[in-house]
């Protein structure tokens, strides 16, 4: 069990410091680095937190304490992809409304250039 747990505290330093690292070079934007910075946190409370994960494990029906570290990150990592799906379907629907306004704006400058 407490390899496990090292392992997901080294992960989620890792993590963390990837994110801060892609911020800082601006490949990532710091509204989308914030979820992934509160997942990270997530998985370093939970990994270092043993009596956190036996009560969560045992209000949940539980009993082994890695199981429960395991689900709660797959959760919180849905979650975060959950968000992502959101804005990257709401910018492609941005996209295409985008792209009709500049599709009626050419067809107004052909027009008015047919009549000039």
Known sequence: M???LNVTTILSLVLMAVVLLSV???HIRVEFSVSWLAA????LILSRSHLLLQRVGGLLGIGDAPMVLVMIVFCVFLAVFYRFSVIISDLKDTNIALTQRLAIVEYELKSLDGRG
């Open 2 to 4: 407490d390899r496990l």
């Open 24 to 26: 800082r070079r601006s």
């Open 40 to 43: 990270a946190t997530v998985m």
